[in-house]
């Protein structure tokens, strides 16, 4: 009876799915909380790569899925695949401008010609990354712990609190400060 359970997946809520998929680890059920999302995953992508880009990232979302939502304590599933998204296609970025970097390096010599990679060129993406990584190491030592493991290693509060010590409230606290500190040391940039 497929077309039943395929009828019951579009019913069920969004933790529903999440914990049929960590208890049965069936990917079609992980493929049907998906299918909900993927417009909102492809726009995201889209503010970040281009057409082709994107549309692989989609694809590569997925993949890491199938792990990851077994791994972490979802509380909404829809605002953790945005963060989740969102954080894909800041890495591909990094990933490919380093890349970028030492192609260029290597061919010149160690020089930095490319206009891409000059620091006058503008390249908006790469300084707000690396004013970014500037204000990190300006947080307090709990905040910025906090926001590293919640927002660049995708920790839930709870595991955020296992590896810390800091007691939940606390963890809440540091992130949620560390975010508006991190946000006005960028807007000083």
């Keep these: 009876m497929p ?8 019913e069920a809520d969004d933790a529903s799915l999440v914990r049929e998929y960590k208890e049965t680890g069936r990917l079609e059920v992980l493929a049907a909380l998906y299918e909900r999302y993927m417009d909102l995953v492809y726009g995201v992508c889209l503010k970040y790569l281009d057409d082709d880009s994107a549309k692989d990232a989609v694809m590569q979302i997925f993949e890491e899925l199938i792990p990851k939502v077994k791994q972490h304590e979802i509380q909404a599933f829809r605002g953790w695949l945005h963060v989740l998204a969102r954080n894909h296609c800041l890495m591909k970025l990094r990933k490919e401008s380093t ?3 030492i192609v260029a390096l290597e061919e010149e010599g160690f020089m930095e010609s490319d206009h891409n990679f000059h620091p006058d060129s503008g390249n ?4 707000n ?11 307090p030592a709990e905040q910025k712990t906090s926001v590293d493991l919640f927002y660049l290693q995708e ?3 709870r595991e955020v609190a296992e590896i810390t010590g800091f007691d939940m409230t606390k963890v809440k606290s540091y992130i949620q400060n560390g975010k508006r500190n991190l946000k006005i040391c960028m807007e000083k940039k």
Excluded: P
């Design 3 to 10: 077309f039943l359970q395929q009828h019951t997946m579009q």
């Design 99 to 101: 890349r970028g970097r």
């Design 124 to 127: 908006g993406l790469e300084d």
């Design 129 to 139: 990354l690396q004013a970014m990584e500037r204000c990190m190491e300006k947080l």
């Design 155 to 157: 920790k839930s509060y």
